[in-house]
Every structure is written in C-alpha cells, then in structure tokens.
C-alpha cells in the first residue's frame, strides 16, 4: 500500500515551458486535491476533485490545469510555466464517506521555474 | 475571508512543553486537525478533534479546542529533537465541501 505518489520530486523549467505533475493514490479514494506550499502562506488549494471525471477549482487555479479519468489518478498540468509558480506541490487524497476525513499527501515536488 | 492563523516559529528547549496556538474561522467546523511536516516530506496527520470536544489527550499530545474563541491548541509534552517540524492546524469551513483551509504553519525548533 503505497498511498499517495508523486512524480518527479524536483523539477526545474524554464519559463513558458509545460510539464505535468502526476499524483496517483491506491486507496479507493474519491476526493483528491493538489496545494501548492510558499513560505509564510501555509497550503493553498490550485484545483480538486471529487470523483472520476469531476473536477473544480480551488483558491488559487491560474496557469493549471487538472483531469481526472480514473480515480486512482489527478494530474497536474502546467500550461506555460512563470516563475510565480515556483513553489512546493502536494497532491492529497481522501475518503469523505468515512465521516472523519483527513487527507493523506504524497512527498510532493519541488518546482523551481527560471 | 477565510484564514486560519498561527505563529510563524517557536523554539524549545528538549525536555520541555509546546505550545503551538491556531485561531480558526468557522466555528461550524466540524474537525479540526493537527498536521505535521518533517523536512523534505509531505504532511502527516498527527491528531484531530471533533468539534463536540473540548480537549483530546494522545499520548504526549493533548489538543485543546475553545470553540467561543475560535481557538485551538497543541501541546506537546518532554518535547524531543525529533519533534522539530513544521506543525499545521487545519479546518473544514463549509461542512461537506471538504476544502480544507490551512494555517501557514508553526516551525517547531527544538534546543538539545
């Protein structure tokens, strides 16, 4: 049981360059979410998910975009990437049928864009 | 607008108690959680409490919540070298939206 995944765990791009981060869990999860991590601003929500083929957009959605086609997997697409998307991402699922529902993240990864 | 605050940083020396204070938005949150970040790592749930709850004791973790101030608290007892991390609170403003809203974060630095 390997829970939440990440890849890569660092990246850099250049600006105006496109990369997908990918994330897959396997814990049957429905809800799966990506944040982004800058210090001094905690974690802001880019977009999630709460089933196969339902997505919508969180806090801070600009310059992303997301899919999901199964609900193992939530891909994270950069479309021209800015240096204000250097940042840390985490991708985090979780099961809110089981009442409380805490999120589980993967490792994350570190994106620097010069 | 929705946020969700905490100190920055706070030091300790080993052996000694934490306190890590967050004051939340929504007092209809109905859990409210305690996670921890290690360096390098993603977030890990360290404990939670339910709203109904005024405090929740685990070990050498004791969560205490005021819910008419919109507070909520962790401390950490005999705090060790490896407690030294990142600690963020979190809540569930919107019941059953699930969107969670973070604090920024405590970096816990703990003095051997």
């Known amino acids: 049981n390997a829970g939440v995944t990440q890849t890569p765990k660092f990246q850099v791009l250049k600006t105006g360059q496109s990369m997908t981060l990918q994330c897959a869990q396997d814990?049957?999860?429905?809800?799966m979410s990506w944040y982004r991590q800058d210090p001094g601003m905690g974690l802001r929500l880019i977009h999630y998910?709460?089933?196969?083929?339902?997505?919508d957009q969180g806090e801070v959605p600009n310059g992303y975009n997301v899919s999901r086609s199964t609900t193992e997997d939530f891909p994270l697409r950069l479309l021209s990437a800015a240096p204000s998307q250097t940042s840390v991402y985490f991708c985090?699922?979780?099961?809110?049928?089981?009442?409380?529902?805490?999120?589980?993240f993967g490792n994350g990864t570190r994106l620097t864009v010069t | 607008g929705e946020d969700v605050e905490q100190s920055l940083f706070l030091s300790v020396r080993e052996g000694d108690s934490s306190v890590i204070n967050c004051t939340y938005t929504?007092?209809?949150?109905?859990?409210l959680y305690w996670y921890k970040q290690e360096p390098g790592a993603g977030l890990q749930l360290l404990t939670y409490?339910?709203?109904?709850?005024d405090m929740k004791q685990d070990q050498r973790l004791t969560v205490l919540l005021n819910k008419k101030d919109k507070h909520l608290s962790l401390r950490i007892a005999d705090t060790q070298t490896g407690d030294s991390a990142i600690y963020f609170c979190?809540?569930?403003?919107?019941?059953?939206?699930?969107?969670?809203?973070f604090g920024t974060g405590t970096r816990l630095k703990v003095l051997a």
């Open positions: 929504d007092s209809s949150s109905t859990y």
């Open positions: 998910s709460v089933g196969a083929g339902i997505t």
């Open positions: 409490i339910f709203s109904n709850m």
């Open positions: 979190a809540e569930i403003p919107t019941s059953g939206t699930y969107k969670y809203i």
């Open positions: 814990m049957n999860h429905e809800y």
């Open positions: 985090a699922s979780n099961d809110p049928g089981s009442g409380n529902s805490p999120l589980h």
